[in-house]
């Protein structure tokens, strides 16, 4: 009897609770969890879209602004006719121009298509060419003052020069009009690739170099570990003027040198008095430079942020 009273006073005895004081007990956490996380996740579901669109138009808007800007200044110009023709004319051109634009007709009588990629080559090469000479060259520049204070007066010298002074000299020692246009490309585009690589150098810190030399480090790894990544972004600065001094040049030796390209292709339409075509190789030079000073662009950016 004892022993049934112990065990219900143990597990069965209840005592007096004070309810004024004991507070409530708090609803389950995972239910709160459950709807505070259920909200923004139904609120958020067209958000990036709409991020990404918005961004779009705030990107496009001021360029294509820009653009119907010049279109209505130009037709308001023409309207009353002249020698310039008007969007509409040229527009017209474009259409039949492009309906076929790598025909082939013989040496002088090529599509527009034939003309932009003959003149393209000729810069690539032309630019290769003064890549591989003027970023070594930049290097040893601001890695050696005793070299940098020789060459320098020469830099000084020459880069003044119009790079159309120097079409003659390429045509003299070529005998032939390609590689003269090479030659002068690779003339005018190869000094901003040469002081932009050498200042970089320069401008490595001090402290780089003590630890190289502390850790007996070889030229070779100076320049690849320490002096390349740090130089980078200067390189390619160095590069995209360097691109875009070789497209700005490569019209006007092209229309001294003939031949197939694109600004032979703008002097004969000069001389068969087509200047709606004119106008539209104004355009296409202005996009090609612009696609090739936008990829050079991205491509400065991508290897930066590897390098970084």
Not at 2 to 8: A, E, G, V, W
Not at 230 to 239: C, D, E, F, K, R
Not at 266 to 294: C, P, R, S, T, Y
Request: aromatic share 10%.
């Amino acid at each position: 009897m004892s022993t049934t009273l112990t065990m219900h006073g143990d597990f069965s005895g209840k005592t007096p609770v004070d309810r004024e004081h004991t507070t409530q007990p708090a609803a389950p956490a995972k239910d709160t969890t459950m709807e505070k996380t259920a909200t923004p996740a139904v609120a958020s579901a067209g958000t990036p879209f709409a991020e990404i669109l918005g961004a779009a138009l705030r990107r496009a808007l001021p360029p294509v602004l820009g653009l119907l800007l010049l279109v209505g200044i130009w037709y308001v110009a023409t309207l009353k006719g002249g020698a310039i023709p008007g969007p509409v004319a040229v527009w017209d051109a474009a259409t039949v121009l492009f309906a076929d634009p790598f025909y082939n007709n013989g040496p002088n009588d090529q599509g527009i298509g034939w003309n932009v990629l003959s003149s393209l080559q000729r810069v690539g090469i032309g630019f290769g060419l003064a890549a591989l000479v003027g970023i070594p060259l930049g290097f040893m520049l601001g890695r050696f003052a005793f070299l940098a204070n020789m060459v320098n007066p020469l830099i000084s010298l020459l880069r003044p020069v119009s790079p159309l002074a120097w079409l003659p000299i390429g045509l003299l020692v070529f005998q032939k009009a390609d590689p003269a246009a090479t030659w002068t490309i690779f003339i005018c585009s190869i000094w901003p690739m040469i002081m932009n690589t050498a200042q970089g150098v320069q401008r490595v810190p001090q402290d780089y170099l003590n630890v190289a030399r502390v850790l007996d480090l070889s030229e070779w790894k100076i320049v690849t570990k320490i002096l390349f990544p740090a130089v980078l972004p200067y390189m390619l600065t160095g590069i995209r003027l360097s691109i875009g001094t070789a497209w700005l040049v490569i019209v006007a030796a092209e229309m001294l040198t003939g031949g197939v390209g694109i600004g032979f292709w703008v002097w004969d339409e000069w001389n068969n008095l087509k200047v709606e075509h004119i106008i539209i190789a104004i355009f296409i030079i202005g996009i090609v430079g612009l696609i090739l000073e936008q990829a050079l662009i991205l491509l400065a950016k991508k290897l930066t942020k590897e390098a970084a």
